[in-house]
């Protein structure tokens, strides 16, 4: 993937993971889907490994960023069209031996993820970034880190015409992407639980259409 160069934000690299993987835990221990689906499950040092996986697999692919490089917040990009060669496919092998006794909440996690892979087949357009995750460390949110992290990379679309697309499982996250441009596509009820999904577009012209 072509570097991105986002302005003001900090750039995670392999040094990070375990820090970024702390604060990713402690952003989804009181998640409403996460409690629903894990249940006992959901341990802090769970979600610990579970979201350590997922920084290995998906930074390979995607560029991840932060507030700062006190890592208050991260948000992690992909794009759409990633082919992943056979060496990088058998290093993922690899991550999900390692985590291996987490694997009953992987696999609640993937069935979960799996409704977000029909909505971006169905309703995504054939070209866009995926914001794949972004969290928030507790103890800095409801002070516009999120906003923060985004920013800069909309800014980066709209300057190469490529538009952006994210899902959030909160009503109220819907408000305030809708604040920044985006349009609620679809919404879908996550099997198993009482949450729903909401699948966001955002136009590179920044227009709502």
């Known amino acids: 993937m072509e570097e991105i160069p986002l302005q003001y934000l900090y750039k995670l690299n392999k040094s990070d993971i375990t820090k970024a993987a702390e604060v990713c835990a402690r952003a989804f221990q009181n998640d409403p889907v996460i409690r629903e689906i894990a249940k006992e499950k959901a341990s802090p040092d769970a979600l610990y490994q579970i979201f350590e996986y997922i920084l290995k697999s ?53 069935r979960i993820d799996k409704v977000s892979q029909n909505l971006r087949a169905k309703y995504a357009p054939p070209v866009y970034f995926y914001l794949a995750l972004l969290a928030v460390d507790p103890k800095y949110q409801g002070n516009g880190i999120a906003g923060h992290l985004i920013r800069p990379m909309l800014d980066f679309m709209n300057e190469t015409g490529i538009p952006c697309y994210l899902e959030t499982q909160s009503s109220q996250n819907v408000a305030m992407y809708e604040h920044m441009g985006f349009k609620l596509l679809a919404s879908q009820g996550l099997p198993g639980t009482e949450q729903t999904i909401y699948g966001m577009l955002k136009n590179s012209d920044g227009k709502v259409s």
């Open 58 to 110: 998906q930074m390979e692919n995607g560029q991840a960023y932060a507030s700062s490089a006190n890592l208050e917040g991260i948000a992690l990009w992909e794009p759409n069209d990633v082919r992943k060669p056979l060496g990088q496919r058998l290093r993922h092998l690899y991550y999900l031996f390692q985590i291996r006794s987490q694997l009953p909440l992987l696999n609640e996690i993937s």
